[in-house]
């Protein structure tokens, strides 16, 4: 059974850092893109930066370049997003997402078959 | 960038009725890849169509999804008390995969 498990959140002040962690179980990450997602309060989805099957592509929104860093441990099947320089605009609840792959096929597409349960990140003074 | 608009914003329906939720690309979907979620409150969002009209896993059949081009509809043919929720399409047929602003689907 596919699970993903974020955790991480909390809140933090403006200029601050957090390092938010998903425990992928039922699957091994390494093998999928892997998404983080994030909601602001009342608002709509949002992407916030992918890692590919094999770590070997990462991609950031403009929103978060140069301040957030994806990054995944093959041994723990687990993904991470490094939040730095945290700005009142990043408070949002984080989602660990699998982008579909079909294993038997090589099959890839940008649609997001599971979601973690979210983790909340707030930023404020 | 593909801009997504979804419409309408809020739809008010009652339990067994059908609810037809539109979303519209600012251009072409490349192959129609576009998929629908559905989130209630406090979870995250649950796959609901992708490729536009196939169902998910586990999706009954009273959802079904349909379109091509730049104009998609997610049919919810009779209401059940758990359908009532927020709807987001999204479109993977060019990066970025953008979704859409949803639509409520409330009672």
């Known amino acids: 059974q596919v699970q993903l498990v974020e955790s991480g959140g909390g809140v933090v002040k403006p200029g601050g850092s957090l390092r938010l962690s998903c425990v992928a179980s039922?699957?091994?990450?390494?093998?999928?893109?892997m998404t983080w997602m994030r909601q602001a309060p009342g608002k709509g989805l949002e992407w916030v930066s992918y890692?590919?099957?094999?770590?070997?592509?990462?991609n950031y929104a403009d929103s978060v370049k140069g301040r957030f860093s994806i990054s995944r441990d093959k041994s723990k099947n687990s993904l991470y997003l490094q939040m730095n320089s945290l700005r009142v605009d990043d408070t949002a609840v984080y989602f660990c997402?699998?982008?579909?792959?079909?294993?038997?096929?090589?099959?890839?597409?940008?649609?997001?078959?599971?979601w973690g349960q979210g983790v909340l990140v707030t930023v404020s003074s | 960038e593909i801009v997504m608009t979804q419409s309408p914003a809020t739809l008010p329906l009652s339990p067994g009725e059908r609810a037809t939720l539109s979303c519209r690309a600012s251009?072409?979907?490349?192959?129609?890849?576009l998929a629908w979620y559905q989130q209630k409150p406090g979870q995250a969002p649950r796959l609901l169509i992708y490729?536009?009209?196939r169902r998910a896993t586990g999706i009954p059949d009273r959802f079904s999804g349909s379109g091509s081009g730049t104009d998609f509809t997610l049919s919810i043919s009779r209401l059940e008390p758990d359908d009532f929720a927020v709807y987001y399409c999204?479109?993977?047929?060019?990066?970025?995969?953008?979704f859409g602003p949803g639509t409520k689907v409330e009672i």
């Open positions: 890692i590919s099957g094999g770590s070997t592509y990462t």
């Open positions: 997402t699998r982008r579909y792959y079909d294993l038997l096929t090589g099959h890839s597409r940008a649609y997001f078959d599971y």
């Open positions: 251009q072409s979907v490349d192959n129609n890849y």
């Open positions: 039922g699957f091994t990450s390494n093998d999928y893109y």
């Open positions: 490729d536009a009209f």
């Open positions: 999204q479109q993977y047929g060019s990066f970025p995969y953008n």
